[in-house]
T-cell receptor, first 116, second 111 residues
């Protein structure tokens, strides 16, 4: 299994508070992603990173920011959490090799976030 | 725009076959398939690239019709362990890094 951990695994917070989720990888993969998963919606991309300090928005980026200061860590921040951000958040990584063209994504165990 | 998966749900008996479809309105570079069991993370099954290359598990087969922007996942002689939600993820624009996932197909295999 790919070495991906997420912390915390569960969190309950109140509306208006800041929240930071951490994704850590030991695979030295170039690409890292944050998804949210909600019933009836599948997996939706929030932000992704293609290198240290290189990030881009996904389809549901409003209300979220990210940072990547090291290859192994990708942080997702909710500046002021809202109840609509209650979800399961998955981090994923892919090799992003220029040589290969597959770049399958490997997912972390997920973080269940509840905003009251 | 999310790709459309069909059916939304399917129930099988062990040993039966199933086909899950994924359709996009955009020209596709690749299609990725994942399986997720309840309470767990999605797990990679297969990638199909424009041009015919593919990579995946030995017991899983799939097809990719580039002209129709459609892919199908074939599950033959199903086992109880095949139960879960299957997602297709599509990539467009010549790159393989950014995926848009469908809403999933729930597969239940009963004894």
């Amino acid at each position: 299994d790919a070495g991906i951990t997420q912390s915390p695994r569960h969190k309950v917070t109140e509306t208006g508070t800041p929240v930071t989720l951490r994704c850590h990888q030991t695979e030295n993969h170039r690409y890292m992603y944050w998804y949210r998963q909600d019933p009836g919606h599948g997996l939706r991309l929030i932000h992704y990173s293609y290198g240290v300090k290189d990030t881009d928005k996904g389809e549901v980026s409003d209300g979220y920011s990210v940072s990547r200061s090291k290859t192994e860590d990708f942080l997702l921040t909710l500046e002021s959490a809202t109840s609509s951000q209650t979800s399961v958040y998955f981090c994923a990584i892919s090799e992003g090799s220029d040589r290969g063209s597959y770049n399958e994504q490997f997912f972390g165990p997920g973080t269940r976030l509840t905003v009251l | 725009q999310q790709p459309v998966q069909s059916p939304q749900a399917v129930i099988l008996r062990e040993g039966e076959d199933a086909v899950i479809n994924c359709s996009s309105s955009k020209a596709l570079y690749s299609v990725h398939w994942y399986r997720q069991k309840h309470g767990e993370a999605p797990v990679f099954l297969m990638i199909l690239l424009k041009g015919g290359e593919q990579k995946g598990h030995e017991k899983i087969s799939a097809s990719f019709n580039e002209k129709k922007q459609q892919s199908s996942l074939y599950l033959t002689a199903s086992q109880l362990s095949y139960s879960g939600t299957y997602f297709c993820g599509t990539a467009s624009g010549g790159s393989n890094y950014k995926l848009t996932f469908g809403k999933g197909t729930l597969l239940t295999v009963n004894p």
